[in-house]
């Protein structure tokens, strides 16, 4: 990693930037656009352009040693890039940190940082671009200079995706658009526990446990499938279900199922609708999925599903205990429990009700 530092008289908001790939930094290297490193001096310019309206920057930079295409983010990319942060927090002391990502896994990189760095005290805010910088029409400086403000005006600990026009709970971000400034959205209310859980003690070693996975489910899913996602993910699977939990549930699936959770993998349900959550109690294949042992994942992104799962078995926990800790909201992945009624209740039937 390459570090480079600009000082600066004045108070000034300390910024630690973290360069780690995506479009942001990208050229076109005539097969398409890759990956592009040593842009700590444009960094500085853009910096420098952000102090001329009266704000004041210390800055701090360093660059992945290998920078990437978030593409090929790994299972273990989100947990390294978030020991740098809390290496960078502990040793530089910033005021907030920003980290340059790239979109298409942004959303599941910013949900596991999120679950890894939930102590600390400052800001993270994840952005990039969608137009590389320096090219026409780029956001990249747009982007940054977002990501400052944010820092700026201190939203509070947590990690943030700040893109476009917006700054997003990271655990309940999701790209919605590739095309468009506005890459991200909200998928769903942000609701942080009224108080937050016990911290989970730390993991110190960057070997991932067992591999987690995710897995959508359609009309005609075939067991053998769901069975060959379960064997290659040992460590968990997340099913992107319909509705309010439901799936195709022939006995074979039904029965993939049982074998897996009773050996001990977790299977995590969440629905691909965006809104509204999981209830597995609402229909038959709902209950059957219950019986056959799997974890309501509630209201969750997906991002922050496979992400939370990913931190909870990379902690070691496994059983009774990883389905309380999955099922308790840690930092406002999930709704709190008092959440209004699905179906907005008439003010005459709750009258008549209390009759
Ligand atoms: N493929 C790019 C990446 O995720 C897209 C982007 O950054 O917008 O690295």
């Known amino acids: 990693m390459s570090t480079r530092a600009t000082a600066h008289p004045h108070a000034a908001s300390r910024v630690q930037v973290l360069y780690t790939g995506g479009t942001f930094g990208m050229a076109d290297h005539g097969a398409g656009m890759g990956p592009r490193s040593g842009i700590g001096a444009e960094i500085a310019d ?13 800055l701090r930079y360093a660059e992945f040693d290998r920078v990437i295409d978030s593409a090929a983010a790994d299972s273990g990319t989100a ?41 600390v005290a400052v800001p993270v805010v994840l952005t990039g671009a969608q137009i590389p910088l320096g090219h026409p029409g780029s956001d ?34 999701s790209k919605r658009a590739s095309d468009e400034y506005d890459a991200f ?33 359609f009309p005609g899913l075939h067991a053998d499938l ?14 992107e279900c319909y509705g309010s939990g439901t ?14 959770t009773r050996r001990g993998t977790p299977v995590v349900v969440i629905t691909q609708c965006a809104s509204g959550s999981v209830d597995l109690e609402r229909y038959l294949p709902g209950r059957a999925l219950l019986e056959a042992g799997v974890i309501s994942g509630g209201d969750m992104t997906r991002e922050a599903a496979l992400a939370k799962l990913a931190y909870l ?12 800790w999955m099922t308790t909201n840690m930092l406002g992945e999930l709704s709190n429990p008092a959440t209004p009624p699905l179906v907005p209740v008439h003010e005459d039937a709750l009258t008549a009700r209390s009759r």
């Open 185 to 217: 959205t909200t998928v769903r209310e942000f609701t942080p526990p009224p108080s937050p859980p016990a911290l989970l003690p730390r993991r110190h070693s960057t070997a991932t446990r067992l591999p987690v996975g995710m897995l959508t489910v």
């Open 226 to 239: 769901l069975s060959a996602a379960i064997r290659q993910y040992p460590g968990g699977i997340v099913l």
């Open 79 to 119: 947990f390294r890039i978030a020991e740098w942060v809390r290496y960078r927090i502990e040793s530089e002391r910033p005021d907030g940190v920003v980290v340059i990502h790239g979109t298409d896994t942004m959303a599941y990189i910013g949900a596991r940082i999120a679950f890894e760095v939930r102590d």
């Open 313 to 324: 078995v990379d902690l070691g926990l496994s059983g009774g205990q990883l389905r309380d």
């Open 140 to 173: 990249a400086e747009r982007n940054l200079h977002l990501a400052l403000d944010s820092i700026a005006t201190q939203p509070g600990p947590g990690t943030y995706i700040g893109f476009g026009s917006a700054l997003h709970p990271a655990v309940r971000a």
């Open 46 to 58: 853009l910096i420098a352009r952000y102090e001329e309206v009266g704000r004041s920057v210390e």
């Open 247 to 260: 799936m195709p549930h022939g006995a074979d699936v039904m029965e993939t199922i049982r074998i897996a």
